[in-house]
């Protein structure tokens, strides 16, 4: 039987696999950062785990379609950010972050409500605390044409069909105070002289004293119901807590009432934790801070939500050297805002992001066609891009709180990543003992074939972590320990098929092509189906156990690119020289003692016949 297909020529074979390996490595350093580490994930290198809340405007459970939406939307996000290594869970009634890192911070605007509406502003004070004269502008000026501030400081000439940055603050309006409901000396009216007393003339009796009405029975009072007594604070529980606190922010900060409004407009603190968040109203006037705490607004109901935009990004004005966002509205938000521009001339309107006002600018002329506009101001190349991801993947359908941040250390994550390294590389000492023990010098064979599956493995690790953000956590690591097993099964199964060979009486040269066309095809089976419950259980786990089945997929896969590059072409090579082929050697004289004895006992059998 001639040589199987693909093994007449190995060392073209070894070649090629050697070509691949250079083109890894070479990425890897000559490509991106250029850092030879890969990705770690949380449970190796330290992170966040952070778990929300969430806020109902009336106090009840969350539904779990609502939370479900919610983990969706906030997947998204991450995968937009590039934030590798996260996982987000549904617990219960909450949602558990997981970040990687240091930045903890991350995970917490991950869960950024992100209700979105754009209102016309009514009026606009500075904040409690600030000096009108040093209040900077609001950052975030939406603008098709966006202007930059002249070097000496003046405002910029205003760009056609734009929008110009925020207006100054205007002077606070003085509150008239409310009268007071008390009567002054003056007013208090005298009490009536009593009649003066009649003497009878001489000779005649006194008069009798009137007679005192006789009082009236009482009437019968029914006593009042007592009133039902509200609850302290300190007896409510989290969720009256919240209704309560949203309750009354609403009352005061979304009232139809001037009075009420322009009190609320001087009592805003904007320093302090916003109640309101994500739960206002927009069919009614609210009064909301600046995003920078500068400014405090009195602004109109709703006119753009922002279920309306159809995409948000981030970028760079070369122009201007400032990081911006850019939007584009649905259709019907498009009119709106061509609507909204032409109405608002000369006057702000606002980005209400939760409650809280983002930009603030004049329309400088409108209508605005074409629904694009952008919202520019003190960003950082981060905050713009986790502000465009945040409205392009649309709101959460509820608000959140952190009710718990946990912080796992790096030194931690550093022990358990020994821990991973020292286990996987007693297993491959385990592997490497047995396969010596047993095949003898084949053994080494066996050893190249792992370093250079070793080596490949690491090296596209590296630039999965670069290119999809994959990271390695100690669930990847088990991943990677149970794929030296399978690597060293496709071993055993083609050494096992050359046994078969030589016991039928083949010597060792021609018993390695024969026994490798019966074996790839049980390796093949075989990975297959390692590959296909990998990919099974990648795409219905969730979390770390999805890190596990992607690094058990990945390392099946490259166990059939190294059987078949590296260790077929170079036992093929070996049985081709006279020292691999002495049974001392390669350990197969026990098999060459059988097919002789076969041989031996055939024979006599044919003589007598």
């Known amino acids: 039987m001639p040589p199987s297909q693909g093994s007449a020529h190995p060392w073209r074979l070894l070649g090629l696999f050697v070509a691949l390996l250079a083109l890894i490595y070479a990425l890897v350093f000559f490509t991106g950062d250029k850092s030879p580490t890969p990705k ?155 009649p003066a007393e009649q003497v009878p003339p001489p000779g005649e009796p006194a008069p009798a004293p009137p007679a005192e009405p006789a009082p009236a029975p009482p009437a019968e009072q029914t006593p009042a119901p007592a009133p039902t007594p509200e609850p302290s604070p300190a007896d409510r529980t989290p969720a009256e807590q919240a209704r309560a606190e949203i309750a009354e922010a609403k009352a005061t900060r979304q009232s139809t009432d001037p009075a009420v409004q322009q009190l609320a407009l001087a009592t805003l603190d904007c320093s302090e934790p916003d109640p309101l968040r994500g ?62 521009t032409g109405e608002y001339v000369q006057q702000r309107v606002a980005f209400v992001l939760d409650s809280q006002v983002v930009s603030a600018p004049v329309v400088q002329q409108g209508p605005q066609q074409g629904g694009r506009t952008q919202i520019s101001g003190n960003f950082t190349a981060a905050s713009a891009k986790e502000l465009a991801n945040t409205l392009k993947y649309g709101s959460l359908p509820l608000s959140f709180e952190t009710s718990e941040a946990q912080t796992v250390s790096a030194t931690l994550g550093l022990s358990s990543l020994r821990a991973g390294l020292l286990a996987g590389a007693i297993g491959l000492v385990v592997v490497l003992l047995y396969c010596f023990a047993y095949y003898r010098m084949l053994g080494l064979l066996t050893a190249l074939s792992l370093i250079a599956s070793g080596f490949a493995v690491y090296g596209i690790m590296v630039l999965l972590g670069r290119w999809i953000g994959f990271t390695l956590d100690l669930a990847g690591v088990a991943g990677l320990i149970i794929g030296i097993g399978m690597t060293a099964d496709s071993f055993v199964v083609f050494f096992e ?47 770390q156990v999805r890190g596990f089945a992607f690094t058990l997929g990945l390392t099946t896969i490259l166990d059939v690119v190294v059987v078949f590059l590296v260790t077929a072409p170079l036992v093929l090579v070996a049985s081709r020289t006279a020292f691999w082929s002495k049974p001392a050697v390669n350990g197969l004289g026990a098999m060459q003692q059988v097919a002789r004895e076969r041989t031996a006992a055939t024979r006599p059998a044919l003589g007598k016949a």
Not at 296 to 309: A, C, E, H, N, T
């Open 40 to 194: 770690l994930g949380i449970d190796l290198q330290g992170g966040t785990r952070v778990t929300l809340t969430a806020r109902t405007p009336d106090g009840s459970r969350p539904s779990q379609d609502s939370l479900k939406q919610a983990q969706s939307i906030i997947e998204n996000r991450v995968n937009g950010l590039g934030v590798s290594g996260s996982e987000v869970v549904i617990d219960g009634d909450t949602i558990v972050i997981t970040v990687p890192g240091e930045d903890g911070q991350q995970a917490r605007t991950l869960a950024t409500t992100a209700k979105l509406y754009i209102r016309p502003v009514l009026t606009a004070v500075p904040a409690a605390g600030r000096d009108t004269a040093q209040t900077p502008a609001t950052p975030g000026a939406p603008a098709p044409a966006g202007t930059a501030p002249a070097p000496d400081g003046s405002a910029p000439p205003p760009a056609p069909g734009g929008v110009a940055p925020d207006a100054p603050p205007a002077p606070a309006p003085e509150v008239a105070p409310a009268p007071q409901p008390r009567l002054f000396p003056a007013q208090v009216p005298p009490e009536p002289a009593p």
């Open 279 to 340: 739960n206002d109203d927009p069919n009614l006037p609210l009064v909301a801070c600046a995003s920078d705490g500068t400014e405090v607004f009195l602004l109109d109901k709703s006119r753009i939500d922002g279920q309306d935009i159809a995409d948000a990004s981030s970028g760079l004005n070369q122009q201007q050297s400032r990081h911006e966002v850019y939007l584009e509205f649905k259709s019907g938000g498009s009119d709106e805002w061509a609507a909204l």
């Open 497 to 543: 098929r050359i046994k078969d060979e030589i016991r039928e009486g083949r010597s060792f040269r021609s018993a390695v092509p024969r026994g490798w066309q019966r074996a790839r095809r049980t390796i093949l089976s075989g990975n297959a189906v390692s590959f296909i419950a990998a990919a099974v259980l990648y795409i219905l786990a969730a979390g």
